[in-house]
């Protein structure tokens, strides 16, 4: 089972469950790892940064003719993420708005994360691990934060990661079967 499939029973477990509430206040006032609801902000804004990062060395690097395509994945992403936002019209924790359903911080660090990890193919799996933890804790800091509900990060995760497959499925079939076209043409025998 995938990381997006174990979000979304997670997702759904905590809301059937009538938790979201609970765990949310638990994180923000109760066990607080990162000392304060700023410097959760400012760690859910590092891991966005680093999964970017590593989205576009990874790309540049090892598969530049995928990146165009998961550049338009992450706008696709965006936008999607945003209408989902402004359809649920779901009222944050803090209270700040009514955009909280899908976490976008989560969405995007988990797209990039996993763009990252399609990008180096296998080649790194501590790198890979790491790219999936900076995802997670990005999700796990958005709650602290108090800007979203477990839930809100869960599905956010799992939009991102499931984007990001459905980008690198289409983009590994339109090239491997050109390759393979190629291939052809090149080893002809007469």
């Known amino acids: 089972m995938d990381s997006a499939t174990i979000a979304l029973i997670g997702a759904l477990a905590i809301h059937f469950g009538g938790v979201d509430q609970k765990i949310s206040d638990d994180l923000t006032k109760s066990y607080p790892i990162s000392g304060s609801a700023e410097q959760a902000r400012d760690y859910s804004d590092w891991g966005v940064n680093a999964t970017n990062a590593a989205w576009l060395i990874s790309g540049a690097i090892y598969d530049p003719v995928a990146l165009p395509f ?30 909280s359903f899908p976490s976008g911080h989560s969405a995007r660090a988990s797209y990039r994360a996993h763009s990252a990890i399609n990008n180096l193919d ?23 934060s108090g800007r979203h509900y477990p839930t809100d990060v869960l599905v956010g995760y799992a939009l991102g990661d499931y984007m990001a497959k459905a980008i690198d499925s289409g983009v590994s079939f339109a090239f491997s079967r050109k390759q393979k076209e190629m291939s052809l043409l090149y080893n002809w025998r007469f």
């Open 122 to 144: 296998g080649r790194y799996p501590m790198i890979d691990a790491a790219l999936l933890a900076t995802a997670a804790a990005t999700a796990f800091f958005r709650v602290e």
């Open 70 to 99: 998961q550049y338009v994945g992450d706008k696709a992403r965006g936008a999607l993420t945003v209408g989902w936002k402004r359809q649920s019209n779901r009222l944050r924790p803090d209270k700040s708005d009514r955009l």
